[in-house]
């Protein structure tokens, strides 16, 4: 944002969701969508006399998430009480980590087709989610608020990463590569329409060059990548707004109205809780122990990064597309077992980011629910390469086998969608298609080599996309040179 | 046996053995609650039926059922512990109606270990007070002396058992709340060690310094109420893993030479004479059953009020948090038109809770506030460590330390509910105990000239209550103080 002479300085607050089957502090499961508080126990409602009893599973993935991170894990860290009323907090207080979180200092680095990211991570903690109010719409005869508590004691991490990032679009970049390292090393199903993941926002604007940072703004309720975008956007604008104004911008907590696109003051400084954290004396110190570690580092699978770099040594793909292949281990196992079927990486690489991700995002569905097994578009590819399909049937092919189970071969002889190779079947195409294109034919003649495309489509056209197109060239050529 | 003259667990026992049933037992103590605690108030509820239903099953038990070591034995619960299906309000307004939906750990072994149940006591409101006068239920009254405190908060529980209502009963110590009353009720009432005994189902007041002990008459049956309850507990990360020693076996082998601290220094100042000159008498008989008395320094205990006056309260007024009237027992009635969930928290908490209560919840949230932290909880924790180096050091020479476990004996009701900082200063001989997490001991060593019981404290070092107890039951066999009842216990007394 130089145009305006301010420079933008964003941070990230993440939360995620961790995959275990019960919660943090008891046995409740963390299943979602079942009937309200259908996963409650006294201690999960904080009935009086219950007592949280550290969940194993949540300190191991929270370790290879702060690995995935490249994070230091402490060997001792703390849980603290965080202190404020609210009706879906059944303690009043909410167990997390605050002065000795579970890992410390680590950073993500990524390269985008500018350069090099680097983005340092703070800390990784440990911390329980609350319940969710269910609130009365307007106009509502129940006007209650009601409280489900199955949420309540679900394991989150904390990711809070340094300012370093510069622009809304670099915001969402590091959000999509976070959530690809967390959902490929295991740690959180990275859903976030169901709250498994979700975002905050520190973001302040500092003139052009300098380094001591603004007064910054949180900005929560930043549940998709759009959202983030747009609301680091917009907050961009209104502090540049107000600085140009000549005023100052106030510390504050705001909030994404979606539906308003803007962002809207939740609470100032002045209102800010005083959240009086202390150690929680109902839990001892988590003791990681450096085998413990090891372990986990040890059973750690490959991070987007390293998969990346991966597919550009073994495959020769560049880099950018790479990236593009590598962001979920599911879409690189595709790709790599459609590359081994069809013996042709870069055509395979360009049906995975072509027809298959076109596809998916169509259907609104991951790699998981792709129609069309890798090995059966690997059979495709090789009909291209051997010339018995042309590039444009094989789409019509790829779309005939999406989701019926039926093979290339079936389709292209059921439905003759064979490449026309025969010179004498296609020589009276191209006769009639010059004889009903004069013009374009005499702008070739005059030396117009653009007009060829076209006639090249014309006859594509004609033969539903079945000829193959480097004979309709030569053809053409020499037609319209007999011609002449 | 008559079951007229019941009075400890070993009584129970005897009766038992001798063709008696539980549920002969349980009515007797029932009959005599029916009696005689109009006079006391030491009981909130009564679980009459239950108990006697319990009793019976107990008694319908085959000649080869398994050998119960509290089978038949009637126990009284302070009603800060959870106990499924009967009321547990901590003696709140704000708790009121509650019925738990789980049995705390404690009662699940007390229960396990064939006792029943017979019902919850009184207490100072979720613990807070030395002297059962804060309670919405009012004032529970003090056996040797209807007109006196039984010392709280489990005055309730040290009153019932003095008064012969039940011949045990659990209370909760956090900075005193079973040895004083013990020693005002002149009965023996013991803190484990912090993490001998699950919290899981204890109301929290400060998790730091909670822990759940036995009342009984003598040092065996503290013992053996102990025995039941001790013990790790997975729901309870703070519970020690430490093996359980055989505490009845320890009760019947009384320390024969034992060292004995006594920190001298401390005891000149503040001290009643009274309680003075009947505990000096008390080291003079520990001394002539063969105990080495030394002097022992404890340069920081003089700290222990003022650190426990600031952690205690820190975490009480995160514990209390979720009595906010959103989810269960009271809530202020509000006006539709003007109800807000701010006034609704606003009027729950102000109504539902009583003064001290607040008061607290005022200092602690005050304590823990941005800014003053590092002042008060964090130096408060600090000093912690230093009063537990003292008593570490003291350990190196001594078995055990032993002082008076109160500066006065019991006082009139009503007679300092206006002086808080004076009930707090009554603290200052069993706050460290919490403080340091070591384990205590009241006994009954005599009374004043008012004819009111002062208690004799021993501290050992940390999950020594083995000792505690050896060193107990030797003072005890030289001087059964418990034979005397009070006049509350009617015609029983002495026996």
């Known amino acids: 944002m130089s145009d305006t002479g301010f420079e933008p300085v964003i941070g990230l607050e993440i939360h995620a969701q961790l995959l275990t089957d019960t919660k943090i502090f008891c046995g409740c499961a963390t299943r979602f969508g079942a009937a309200p508080n259908a996963h409650v126990c006294p201690v999960c409602l904080g009935l009086p006399g219950a007592l949280p009893v550290l969940n194993r599973r949540v300190v191991e993935l929270g370790i290879r998430a702060a690995l995935a991170l490249n994070c230091t894990v402490q060997p001792l860290s703390v849980f603290a009480r965080k202190n404020y009323f609210y009706p879906d907090l059944p303690k009043g207080y909410q167990i997390s980590q605050y002065e000795h979180p579970l890992a410390t200092e680590g950073a993500v680095r990524y390269a985008q087709d500018d350069g090099d990211r680097v983005v340092r991570i703070i800390r990784v903690h440990l911390e329980e989610d609350a319940g969710k109010s269910l609130h009365a719409a307007a106009g509502d005869v129940d006007r209650r608020t009601h409280l489900d508590f199955n949420r309540s004691g679900v394991p989150l991490i904390e990711i809070v990463s340094h300012p370093d990032l510069r622009s809304p679009a670099e915001a969402a970049g590091f959000f999509t590569r976070l959530r690809g390292i967390l959902t490929t090393v295991g740690v959180t199903d990275g859903n976030m329409e169901e709250g498994s993941l979700r975002c905050d926002a520190n973001v302040s604007i500092r003139p052009a060059g300098a380094s001591a940072l603004g007064v910054k703004v949180e900005v929560k309720n930043l549940n998709s990548f759009r959202f983030l975008q747009r609301a680091i956007e917009f907050e961009i604008h209104r502090q540049t707004e107000v600085v140009r104004a000549g005023k100052q911008v106030e510390q504050e907590t705001r909030l994404w109205d979606t539906a308003a696109n803007r962002t809207v003051s939740m609470r100032s400084k002045e209102d800010a809780h005083d959240y009086r954290y202390f150690p929680e004396p109902d839990l001892p110190p988590v003791e990681v122990s450096e085998a413990w570690v090891a372990e986990v580092a040890a059973a750690l699978p490959e991070l987007p990064e390293a998969r990346k770099q991966r597919l550009v040594r073994d495959y020769r793909i560049p880099p950018a597309e790479a990236a593009q292949l590598a962001d979920t281990g599911a879409l690189t196992a595709y790709f790599e077992a459609a590359a081994a079927a069809a013996g042709n990486a870069k055509a395979a690489a360009n049906w995975v980011m072509g027809e298959v991700t076109r596809r998916l995002k169509a259907d609104g569905g991951g790699i998981g629910a792709v129609g069309v097994s890798p090995e059966a578009l690997g059979r495709l590819i090789r009909m291209v390469d051997a010339g018995t399909v042309s590039g444009s049937a094989a789409k019509t092919v790829f779309e005939r086998m999406y989701g019926t189970g039926r093979g290339a071969q079936e389709i292209v002889e059921a439905e003759g969608l064979a490449q026309i190779g025969d010179e004498e079947r296609l020589l009276d195409v191209v006769t009639r298609v010059i004889a009903d294109n004069d013009d374009a034919a005499s702008r070739f003649r005059n030396g117009n080599e653009g007009s060829l495309g076209f006639l090249v489509g014309q006859v594509m056209r004609a033969t539903g996309g079945r000829a193959n197109p480097r004979l309709v060239n030569a053809l053409l050529r020499r037609s319209l040179s007999d011609d002449a | ?495």
């Open chain 2, 1 to 495: 046996m008559e079951l007229s003259s019941l009075g400890t667990i070993a009584d129970v026992r005897a009766a038992l053995r001798n063709g008696a049933g539980a549920v002969d037992v349980c009515a007797e103590f029932l009959d005599r609650i029916a009696a005689r605690d109009g006079a006391i108030r030491a009981f909130t509820h009564l679980a009459a039926d239950r108990a006697l239903e319990r009793a019976a099953a107990l008694d319908g038990r085959g000649p080869d059922a398994p050998a119960l070591p509290l089978l038949g034995v009637p126990v009284a619960i302070k009603d800060n512990i959870c106990t499924r299906g009967l009321p547990t309000t901590a003696s709140s307004r704000i708790l009121a109606g509650y019925v738990p939906p789980y049995d705390a750990t404690v009662i699940e072994r007390l229960t396990a270990a064939g006792a029943v149940v017979i019902g919850k006591t009184n207490c100072d409101e979720f613990a807070m007070g030395s002297t059962t006068e804060h309670s919405v239920r009012g004032p529970s009254r003090n056996p040797w002396n209807p007109a006196c405190v039984p010392g709280g908060s489990s005055g309730g529980s040290a009153a019932a058992v003095a008064a012969r209502l039940a011949p045990a009963a659990l209370g909760s110590d956090t900075g005193g709340s079973i040895r004083q009353p013990a020693a005002f009720c002149g009965i023996v009432g013991m803190k484990p060690t912090y993490g001998r005994v699950s919290r899981y189902g204890l109301l929290a007041f400060a998790s730091s310094l909670d822990q759940i002990g036995p009342f009984g008459l003598t040092v065996a049956d503290a013992a053996a109420l102990l025995q039941a309850i001790a013990g790790p507990d997975p729901r309870d990360a703070t519970s020690a893993g430490a093996a359980v020693p055989a505490f009845e076996e320890a009760a019947a082998e009384p320390a024969r030479n034992p060292t004995i601290g006594v920190p001298w220094s401390i005891l000149e100042n503040g001290v009643d004479a009274g309680v003075g000159a009947v505990f000096t008498a008390a080291v003079e008989t520990l001394r002539g059953l063969g105990a080495t008395i030394v002097d022992v320094p404890l340069p920081h205990a003089e700290y222990a009020v003022p650190t426990y006056y600031i952690v205690a309260p820190a975490e009480a007024s995160s514990n209390l948090a979720r009595y906010d009237g959103v989810r269960y027992a009271y809530r202020a009635p509000l006006d539709e038109r003007d109800a807000t969930l701010d006034r609704m928290y606003d009027r729950t908490r102000r109504h539902g809770f009583g003064d001290e209560v607040k008061r607290r919840i005022m200092l602690g949230t005050y304590a823990l506030s941005a800014g003053y932290y590092d002042a008060y909880y964090l130096k408060a924790q600090q000093v912690r460590t230093l009063i537990r180096d003292d008593y570490d050091a003291a350990f190196r020479r001594v078995d055990a330390v032993a002082m008076p476990t109160t500066p006065t004996t019991a006082f009139r009701i009503g007679e300092r509910s206006d002086d808080p900082l004076q009930l707090y200063m009554g603290d200052v001989f069993t706050a460290g105990a919490n403080l340091t997490g070591l384990p205590a001991i009241s006994l009954p060593c005599g009374r004043d000239g008012a004819g009111l019981p002062v208690g004799l404290q021993l501290i050992g070092p940390a999950f020594g209550e083995e000792t505690l107890i050896r060193v107990g039951a030797a003072y005890e066999e030289q001087a059964p103080w418990w034979r005397e009842a009070p006049p509350a216990a009617g015609a029983r007394g002495p026996e």
